[in-house]
Every structure is written in C-alpha cells, then in structure tokens.
C-alpha cells in the first residue's frame, strides 16, 4: 500500500473522524462575532489550540483540516500547530483552495478558485507538516441550478486539484457540497447529488487520481431547509447511502461528511443511522465544522480562560461521534457529558 493510501485509511480509522478547523479568517470572524468574541489572530489561535489540546484529540480524531493562517501559528509553549496536533496522534491537513467565486457564464453560481500557483504551496505546506487537503466546490439547488456549467467545471477543478495534491504525496479530501440552502425536497437532493457526484468521478479517473488515495467529503441527502417536508433519520440514511453506492466508486477508501448547517445533534444521529445500515466497504465517519465546534465555541466564548469546560464539550461532542461512525450512539448518551 502507498503512503498517501495508509494516510486516508488512517484519518478514518474505526472510531475516528476529521475536525474541520479551516475557517478561512473572514468565516471564523463571523462564528467568533456571534458569540461577541474579537476576531484577532490571537484569539483565533486561542480558540483552537483549545480544540487541538483536547483529550478527545487522541481517541476520536484522526485529522484536522487547518487554515493557512494556523499552520504557520505556535502555541503558548512555543510548539507549531501541526506538531501539537502530531503529538495528539492525529494528522495535520491543509484547506488548500482559495474560495468559490463567481462562476462567468452563470449567473448565481460559484467555481472555486486555487489552482494557479498550487504546486509551488503544496510542497511548502508539505514542509510545514500537511499531509493532506481540502478542496470544496459548492452547489446551490433552484430552479436552474446546478447548471452543467457549474457541475462540469467544479468536477474540473476538483479533479486537477486532486492530481496535483497527490503528486505532492499527500492525500486529497475531494468536497463537493450541495448546499441544503432551499425549497427542494429530499429527491432533489439525492438528483443531484448523484449528478455532482457522477460527474466529479469521471474527472478524477481522466485525470488519474489513485482513487484509494483520496477521501471524499460530501453532503447528506436532505430537504432544503426551506422546504415544508420533514425526512426522518431513517430516510436521510437510506437515500444517503443509495447515492454514495450507485456514484461513488469502491475503491475509495472513505466518506467523512460535512455538517452543513445540521445541527449538532443532527448530524451525529444521521451518521449514526447510516453506520447503521452501511453494507458497503467505505470507511463512513465526519469531518465536521459547525457540528464539532459550535457548543464548545459558545462556552469559550463565555470565558476564555475556562479551558476545561470548553475541551469537555468538544471531547463530548467528538466522542459522540464517534460512536457514529460505529452505529453505537443513541440520544440517552447526551445526557451525560464526560470522556
Ligand atoms: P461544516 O461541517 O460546518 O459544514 O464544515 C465542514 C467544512 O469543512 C465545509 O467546507
């Protein structure tokens, strides 16, 4: 086995998953202004080293996606981020794109942006201790969206993206996330899903991605949030694990899902029911943000000083899911928060 394909294998180790900690400094603005926190890089590194040095580190969290501003950071002691999150025996990785911007030729659609010069940052992220990336494409549902032109040139830039990281002898995290943003019900969702997904692989396979050396990050089948219809977790699994059968080809190792704009309970009860049912061979964890971070950011928020409290939720939170990705959660187990 390669390198690049025991580095996947071990970011979804049984019990594990990623934490997504690569809010780029205008998102982390925005989560730390909403609990009245001033978005400094001080208090931006505070918050994380907070996470980064929490037991649940160890046992449930087998990679952190960081932004390019903390992994140049240090810690209090002096220490760099990515050997802090070594030393916590999880993999240090890199967000390595440079947002979605407007997409010429549609009129309300995003490509994301990031390929000129990403060669020459790879290997210096490589040297800084990443051993490997996230690259998200974004895609709203509507009426007329996605457009082929959306879904074709974001599949595009994913897959070059993917080429480029493994030459690089690290492991791309391949994002394309439907954004549950709308009126759309659930089948919409699983459509085009199943597109995006379709489409991604057949440029990943002309661009000669080793498949086993990559993790793919994609949304939950879901209503919009704007939609009247209520899916069970039952549902939710059932479709999600349809789609990723019938597009997501076997020898991809792992699926670690983004939160979305779940809710923290949600996503770890959705997980849970998929794990349930899982009959497949995919590695099926998380690599979530939002749905990691949210209470333990509002407790930080409250006194920043109360680094236990705060590492207790967190370690709640990632125990939890953990238990997800072996099917082993249930709603009881919330009641009682300690590692
Ligand atoms: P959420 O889990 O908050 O959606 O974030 C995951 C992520 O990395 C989005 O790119």
């Known amino acids: 086995m390669s390198e690049i394909e025991i580095i996947a294998k071990q970011m979804v180790a049984k019990g594990k998953g990623i934490l997504a ?26 918050f994380r ?14 990679g952190v ?27 240090p990785g890199i967000k390595v794109d ?14 994301t942006e990031g390929l000129d010069g990403l060669r020459e940052r790879l290997s210096e992220y490589y040297n ?53 943003d709308g009126e759309h019900n659930i089948d919409k969702c699983y459509e085009v899903t199943s597109k995006v997904l379709k489409e991604c692989y057949n440029e990943l396979v002309i661009h000669n991605v080793n498949l086993k050396g990559t993790i793919l990050k994609p949304n939950m089948i879901l209503p919009g ?36 704009g779940q809710t923290e309970i949600e996503a770890t009860q959705n997980l849970n029911e998929i794990n349930k049912i899982n009959d497949t061979n995919f590695l099926i964890s998380f690599s ?14 409250k006194d920043i000083k109360d680094t236990d409290n705060t590492q207790k939720i967190f370690n709640h939170r990632s125990k939890m899911n953990s238990l997800s990705t072996e099917a082993g959660w249930n709603i009881d187990l919330e009641k009682h928060i300690a590692v």
């Open 21 to 46: 900690a690569d809010e780029s400094t205008g998102t982390m603005t925005k989560r730390l202004s909403s609990v009245s926190v001033e978005s400094t890089s001080q208090n931006r590194l505070k």
């Open 49 to 62: 080293e907070t996470l980064f040095s929490s037991m649940g580190m160890k046992n449930f969290i087998g």
């Open 65 to 91: 996606i960081l932004y390019d501003e903390t992994i140049r950071q240090k810690t209090s002691s002096g220490k760099t981020i990515p050997d802090l999150i070594k030393s916590y025996g999880s993999i």
């Open 98 to 111: 440079a947002g979605a911007k407007k997409l010429a030729g549609s009129k309300d659609e995003k490509i």
């Open 128 to 180: 800084l201790g990443a051993r490997f990336t996230k690259w998200r494409a974004i895609y709203n549902i509507s009426k007329l969206c996605p457009s082929e032109l959306a879904i074709k040139s974001n599949a595009h830039a994913l897959a070059r993206y993917a080429s480029l990281v493994q030459e690089a002898n690290m492991v791309p995290i391949v994002e394309p996330e439907v954004l549950m």
């Open 225 to 260: 949030n704007k939609s009247n219809q209520k899916a069970t977790s039952a549902e939710i699994a059932k479709k999600t694990l349809k789609c990723l059968k019938e597009n997501v080809p076997h020898e991809v190792p792992g699926i670690a899902f983004l939160s979305g």
């Open 288 to 301: 979530y943000g939002r749905a990691l971070q949210q209470s333990a950011l509002k407790n930080w928020s």
